[in-house]
């Protein structure tokens, strides 16, 4: 069986790339993946952990994220073709308006 | 075996997700980062949790993936992110920041050693025991899920509307 320090060593791993990815690229909606990827790793750890305390709580707690990531998406999306309505471009260097 | 197996889909997972941040096409960071889920969707099932991997492969593989590459191919023609970028410095310290993330990561995680232990009874993942739970003692915040869902819904349609 393999050890559950090997999942959260990959969920860190995902984690991490999913961070760099929101830092590093430009797009709106692959900054939104990139969330997507960082939620995920979340899930795995929350099910790893589950898995050794010996209850599915840890599942149960994924199933939330899981509805909670899906509205997240949905509304975000809604907001960037919003924005893109109004801008005609998709550059989150564009988007200062409500820079303090 | 099954570390073989395990390493084989970590290496998928983690060359998907890098894909997904390295690559300048939009549409083909979605692939990649289909393949990712469903490679996550694969550990669950190691893990146990089979009623979550197969949400997974509906949920997100299914829903919102497909949400994301419409938007990708409504808003984005061909190719983008080219041309010179501002702020390259700035963006290029994210991989030293990363670094520095996972490090702590690794940390915590090794410090928080403890616990029930390993030898824990493993736990069924499927139908049963998870819907067990969400209806006795996680009925209130499974109920505020539709809620959440239903809000959303409404606040979707009031964003798209076309103004007139």
């Known amino acids: 069986m393999v050890p559950e320090s090997y999942y959260v060593g990959l969920s860190a791993i995902l984690f991490t790339i999913g961070v760099v990815g929101v830092v590093i690229r430009r797009n709106p909606l692959v900054m939104f993946m990139s969330i997507e990827l960082m939620l995920n790793a979340a899930n795995l750890a929350l099910v790893a952990f589950g898995r050794r305390v010996g209850n599915a709580d840890g599942q149960a707690v994924v199933f939330f994220v899981m509805a909670v990531a899906a509205a997240e998406a949905a509304v975000g999306l809604a907001i960037i073709v919003a924005i893109f309505r109004l801008r005609r471009r998709l550059s989150v260097d564009d988007l200062s308006l409500m820079r303090w | ?164």
């Not at chain 2, 997904?20 to 969707?41: E, K, M, Q, S, T």
């Open chain 2, 1 to 164: 075996m099954a570390h073989a197996a395990f390493f084989v889909v970590a290496a998928i997972a983690v060359v998907a997700a890098l894909g997904l941040v390295l690559r300048r096409n939009a549409i083909h960071g979605a692939l990649f980062l289909v393949v990712n889920l469903g490679a996550i969707a694969v550990l669950y099932q190691t893990l146990g949790a089979e009623f979550l991997a197969w949400a997974q492969v509906i949920v997100y593989a299914g829903a919102i993936m497909v949400l994301f590459v419409f938007a990708i191919m409504v808003l984005i023609p061909g190719k983008e992110e080219t041309g010179p970028d501002p702020r390259r410095a700035w963006r290029l310290l994210a991989f030293p920041a990363g670094a520095l993330l996972f490090l702590q990561l690794i940390v915590v995680v090794r410090g928080a050693r403890g616990g029930a232990g390993s030898g824990a009874p493993s736990v069924g993942g499927g139908v049963e025991s998870i819907a067990g739970l969400l209806f006795t003692r996680y009925l209130f915040p499974f109920e505020l899920t539709s809620v959440l869902l239903l809000a959303a819904m409404v606040g979707v349609l009031l964003l798209a509307r076309r103004r007139v």
